[in-house]
Structure formats: C-alpha cells, structure tokens
C-alpha cells in the first residue's frame, strides 16, 4: 500500500486562501447558498471538515483532554479563521513552542530582544495576519499560470514553463512561513489522512479536480 497523503493546518490555510480569491463576498460563504455552485460548495465543505478536524480533535487520556478545554477554541467560521479572530478563545500558553521561536529567531537576528513583556493574544493576532496576507501573495504566484496551459507560441509557453519553475522554488523555501502558520491555527499539529477525515468530520468523498471539469 502506498503512502498516504495526510491534512494539516497548512491545507486548511491554503483551502481558505484559495476559496476567498473565488468568493470574495463574505455573506456566500455559507454552504446553504453554494448549491448551485458545487466547487466552490466542494471546498467550502472540506474547509468546515478540516476546521471540525483541527479544532475539536479527540484526546484520549484525562490530561489531553483537559488540555483540549482549556486552548481549543470553539470551531471558528470561515470569516474567524481569515481574520485570526480564533486565536482569542485559547490560552497564551498553548503557544510556548512558538513563542520561543519567535524569540530565538529575533535574539539571532538582532542579537537581543529589545522588548520586554510576554507575548499577548494581540501579538499573536498580528502576526497570524502579516503571514496569512503574505501567504496570500504566496498562494497566487503558485495559481499564476492557471489557465494558461493551452497550445500558444513557444515563447509564451517558455513564459509559463519559466514562472511556474520560478513559483516552485519559492514554495519549496516558504516552509517556516508554513510551519509558523499551521503552529498558530493548530498548536498541537494533528495530521489526519483523507480516510479519518471522511469517516469523522464529514469531509467530502468528490474529487475535486473532477467537479471542476464539468463547471468549466
């Protein structure tokens, strides 16, 4: 049996960046009102199945799970998740990990921390949006060649053959950005496979890529 591809916080991520570019309005990002628009429904389904996943994730022993109750936040709304607005329902401390690669990050820059005090949902909020929104630019140059392979002159198709090489390096050395990201929305990094994903939170059994074909 061959490797299984597993979900994290980062696809969460991504899914949400990529279904906001197709749906700018925030008042259809219910499914209820997608019925007639099955992908964009697809994905609005695996985002609310990844966020049921990533945010109630079961726990088995008694300290798990009080863990849970105290940093897991209720399961956030798409808006919330966008927004980092999640990041208020839990505990400060379920982000030491973090927290501490920040600062090592910044005494190995700068040489120290220049600022004293302990790191408020605040901060953690703003940093989740300098990243998300540079995340945004990241996910765009990776979808800038969407549509493009069509048969065109060699030089246009040299032009896309180029920024898609281009946009590949610049995934490959984006993934602290990614790590930083995933550690933010998911502090205890749960990985599910596709499988437990189906079976436990609803996420939907559509190929995607399949759905899209027929709505071209």
Not at 163 to 179: H, M, N, R
Request: hydrophobic residues 40%; glycine residues 6%; positive net charge.
């Amino acid at each position: 049996m061959g490797h299984q591809r597993v979900y994290t916080a980062v696809d969460l991520v991504e899914k949400a960046i990529q279904f906001e570019a197709l749906t700018p309005n925030p008042a259809l990002w219910k499914e209820g009102l997608l019925k007639d628009n099955p992908p964009r429904l697809l994905r609005l389904q695996q985002i609310n199945a990844l966020c049921r996943a990533l945010f109630t994730e079961k726990r088995d022993d008694f300290l798990g799970r009080a863990k849970s109750f105290l940093f897991e936040p209720r399961i956030p709304s798409l808006k919330k998740l966008l927004s980092g607005a999640f990041l208020k329902g839990r505990d400060v401390s379920a982000y030491e990990q973090l927290i501490k690669e920040m600062k090592d990050t910044v005494r190995e820059k700068e040489g120290h921390l220049g600022e004293t005090g302990q790191l408020t949902h605040a901060h953690l909020t703003e940093v989740y949006q300098r990243l998300l929104r540079y995340k945004k630019q990241l996910v765009a140059l990776e979808h800038f060649n969407e549509g493009e392979k069509v048969k065109k002159t060699v030089g246009l198709r040299f032009s896309v053959y180029l920024t898609d090489e281009v946009s590949q390096a610049i995934k490959l050395g984006a993934q602290p950005l990614d790590k930083a990201l995933a550690l933010l929305v998911d502090p205890q990094s749960v990985s599910l496979t596709r499988e437990e994903l189906q079976l436990h939170y609803g996420y939907p059994k559509e190929d995607i890529k399949e759905i899209d074909s027929h709505f071209q």
